[in-house]
């Protein structure tokens, strides 16, 4: 390849770059797929699994717009938004626990947290446009 078609390639990939980054801006519903889990009680070392072993869903559905998460078995509101520029912050509770999902504006990675007085478990993922 000659050095100056290196230009024209990197060129050629903003607009994908910029189109991929507005997927990820709650414009979008969203579908993410958890990969990995950390379950973790006061005191002890935590544990590193897959979500399924700490029974968390393995797949979510994200839609802004109804400010709901659905997984296979159970939906639940989404309480509180904030966006910045990198990330998307959501929070809500369900069964007694507080959770928190950090979005990656940019790709689409996400990390979250469920946490009661006992126990954190620590779920990390990444998601597409639905």
């Given amino acids: 390849m000659k050095l100056r078609t290196i230009p024209a390639l990197l060129m050629a990939c903003l607009p994908f770059h910029a189109a991929l980054g507005a997927d990820f801006d709650g414009s979008k519903p969203l579908i993410c797929a958890m990969m990995e889990a950390h379950d973790c009680n006061a005191g002890e070392t935590c544990k590193r699994g897959l979500p399924g072993s700490v029974g968390a869903p393995i797949f979510l559905r994200i839609d802004f717009a109804k400010k709901e ?26 069964l007694g626990l507080g959770w928190t999902l950090a979005l990656d504006s940019a790709d689409g990675g996400l990390s979250a947290s469920m946490v009661d007085r006992d126990t954190a478990v620590m779920l990390f993922g990444a998601c597409t446009p639905q």
């Fill in 69 to 94: 998460i659905a997984g296979p078995k159970r939906t639940t509101q989404i309480r509180n938004m904030e966006k910045s520029k990198e990330q998307i912050i959501l929070q809500g509770t369900e």
